[in-house]
């Protein structure tokens, strides 16, 4: 079983509040990541670092930011949240050796957000 | 444009039965193919790794295989149980560059009925 924790699970909340979607892994890896997923469709990589104080943005464009100031915390924040960010996502990280094109990836439960 | 399809996009089954779900690529260079499992309301676990060199691992009643020359992979179940029913993702890498890229397919969404 991965050891890495996404709060909350579930959130609803109201157009154009600010939430934080927290990530937490205690394995050590360098690599996190941030995906989105929603019903029947593939994940797409919104957010990734590849260690502390680094941060790049993915393949789908977010309008959430994210940080990384200590090594097992990569939280995500969306400024003022809008329908259209009602999603699943989904938070992962992999070890030293692997990464986006090696190695395995161990994900967290996800957090569902709905914005009504 | 580097793609992962799967296929059936759903499937029911009866408990002890045997199924097989499909995963075709274009991804190219290629790096390795992962399946992974991911039950409802959870994150996606991998179940195994497929490199170029090959064709065949199994993970107890799992069976992936690879032919990297048509650029098909498939997942076998054997003798499946309710707890088989979940999304199998097909993940895909590429060796493009330092950085790498995964590929994800959209799932083949398996139910497994008693």
């Known amino acids: 079983e991965a050891d890495i924790y996404q709060t909350p699970r579930y959130l609803v909340i109201g157009t154009g509040k600010k939430i934080t979607l927290e990530c937490s892994q205690t394995?050590?890896?360098?690599?996190m990541y941030w995906y989105q997923q929603d019903p029947g469709m593939e994940l797409h990589l919104i957010h990734y670092?590849?260690?502390?104080?680094?941060?790049e943005k993915g393949d789908l464009s977010s309008e959430s930011t994210v940080s990384r100031i200590r090594t097992e915390h990569f939280p995500l924040t969306l400024e003022s949240a809008r329908p259209s960010h009602t999603s699943q996502y989904l938070c992962a990280s992999s070890d030293p050796s692997g990464g986006q094109n090696t190695g395995e990836l161990f994900f967290g439960e996800g957090s569902r957000l709905t914005v009504l | 444009k580097n793609q992962v399809e799967q296929s059936p996009q759903s499937l029911i089954i009866l408990e002890g039965k045997n199924c097989t779900l499909q995963c075709n690529y274009t991804v190219s260079p290629f790096s390795n193919l992962r399946w992974y499992k991911q039950d409802t309301g959870r994150g996606p676990v991998s179940l195994t790794i497929m490199t170029f060199s090959e064709n065949t691992k199994s993970n107890g009643r799992y069976t992936a295989t690879l032919d990297a020359d048509t650029k098909q992979s498939s997942l076998h179940i054997t003798a499946s149980q309710l707890s088989d029913s979940a999304s199998y993702i097909c993940?895909?890498?590429?060796?493009?560059?330092?950085?790498?890229?995964?590929?994800f397919g959209r799932g083949t969404q398996l139910t497994v009925w008693p």
């Open positions: 670092s590849y260690g502390v104080n680094s941060t």
């Open positions: 394995m050590g890896h360098d690599k």
């Open positions: 993940v895909v890498s590429d060796r493009g560059s330092t950085l790498g890229r995964l590929y």
